[in-house]
């Protein structure tokens, strides 16, 4: 299941420092069937200790991580949704991903020039938020004239699809983010064909740095009105020193939580961001495990039984009888599958059963 996060922001914020901190912890791609991936791309292993000791209880040949998708795209500047900078390559690189990841300055550096002189995060936000939304109005002002002409003919179809392009119209002209107007289950798939950037999830990057002045730590006004905007707009954000998380990467595992402490970094920034895409993309593992290997796999929340065996092939979904689930947990603390099934732990399940985070699966076909 290749899921993708785009990493946008100003020049000058981190950007292409927290995309070297994130490759250098890529998985193989082999193990991927994702397309071939360019410099750009980094393919990254989903952190999961629930995956390790698994894979250690089945003492597996093989561990294979869940993995996501981020793309380092060009740099915006005011101005993007009309050509100026890369605005044209940013925008149609950004269409192609599932979530965006915003990386946002929250350090005062006089040796590194912000775009706009003065640190200003939510100023910051503010102006590739805009971007993003001209872009999105100028393609819904052009689907909605050709979409109404079809709606007057009686099109049942243009005629629900320009109800839900009237919605979305209004939030775009006043400065919104299209995600901001509620969509339900039913008018979602008419709209996903213009590729919509701002109605894509959006975590919000913090990216401080150690030996400055941060943003979080002053705790003054521009902090206060960062906090304001997430609570507003139930935004998620993360917070990051990525050169020190890039820094990081070249020290041994075994001193690497020491140095941590050290700078007073309360935990792995890279980890927490990883976990925070998956999480953004409604995402959640499964597991299925023995002595050839253990893997993690990557379903959408609420997915069926049959929807995550297409994970691992789509004859798996059509062919499906049955599956043999256990927690994680119990599966441990029962110490293998055979002693597992004899106390009774493991449930046998039908098409109807919702996985949940951390089932062990065995699908019957």
Same mark, same amino acid.
Do not use: C, H, P
């Given at each position: 299941m290749a899921l993708s996060v785009g990493i946008v922001g100003l020049p000058n914020v981190g950007k292409s420092t927290l995309f070297t901190a994130l490759t250098q912890k890529s998985v193989l791609i082999a193990n991927y069937p994702f397309a071939t991936i360019d410099p750009s791309v980094g393919v990254v292993a989903v952190p999961d200790p629930r995956l390790m000791r698994l894979s250690e209880m089945s003492t597996s040949k093989k561990t294979i991580p869940a993995a996501v998708e981020f793309v380092d795209i060009a740099g915006l500047v005011k101005g993007a949704s009309e050509g100026e900078g890369l605005g044209n390559?940013?925008?149609?690189?950004?269409?192609?991903?599932?979530?965006?990841a915003e990386v946002v300055r929250i350090f005062d550096d006089e040796d590194v020039m912000h775009v706009h002189r003065d640190v200003d995060p939510r100023h910051d936000i503010e102006i590739i938020n805009l971007e993003l939304v001209?872009?999105?109005?100028?393609?819904?002002?052009?689907?909605?004239?050709?979409?109404?002409?079809?709606a007057r003919s009686g099109d049942k179809v243009a005629i629900a699809e320009a109800a839900v392009l009237k919605r979305i119209l209004p939030a775009l002209e006043s400065g919104r983010l299209a995600q901001s107007v509620t969509l339900s289950a039913e008018e979602q798939p008419l709209i996903k064909g213009l590729h919509l950037l701002t109605i894509k999830p959006i975590l919000y990057v913090l990216n401080r740095k150690n030996g400055a002045v941060n943003v979080d730590a002053e705790k003054g006004e521009r902090w206060r009105e960062l906090q304001k905007f997430f609570e507003d707009n139930n935004a998620q954000y993360v917070i990051v020193d990525a050169?020190?998380?890039l820094e990081l990467n070249d020290v041994h595992d075994d001193?690497?939580?020491?140095?941590?402490r050290d700078l007073g970094l309360a935990e792995n920034g890279i980890n927490a961001l990883i976990?925070?895409?998956?999480?953004? =993309?409604?995402?959640?593992?499964?597991?299925? &495990?023995?002595?050839?290997?253990?893997?993690?796999? @990557?379903?959408?929340r609420d997915s069926t039984a049959p929807e995550a065996a297409a994970a691992i092939h789509t004859d798996f979904?059509?062919?499906?009888?049955?599956?043999?689930?256990?927690?994680?947990?119990? =599966?441990?603390?029962?110490?293998?599958?055979? &002693?597992?099934?004899?106390?009774?732990?493991?449930? @046998?399940?039908?098409?109807?059963?919702i996985v949940q985070d951390g089932d062990v699966m065995e699908f019957k076909i």
């Open positions: 390559k940013f925008l149609s690189t950004i269409r192609e991903v599932d979530a965006i001209l872009a999105d109005l100028e393609t819904v002002r052009k689907r909605a004239d050709r979409v109404e002409r079809d050169g020190t998380e001193e690497r939580d020491q140095f941590r976990r925070a895409g998956y999480n953004l =993309l409604n995402l959640m593992s499964y597991f299925t &495990t023995g002595e050839d290997e253990t893997r993690a796999w @990557t379903v959408k979904q059509q062919k499906f009888i049955r599956a043999d689930v256990i927690n994680w947990e119990k =599966l441990l603390g029962a110490g293998s599958w055979v &002693t597992a099934r004899e106390k009774g732990l493991v449930r @046998t399940e039908g098409k109807e059963y």
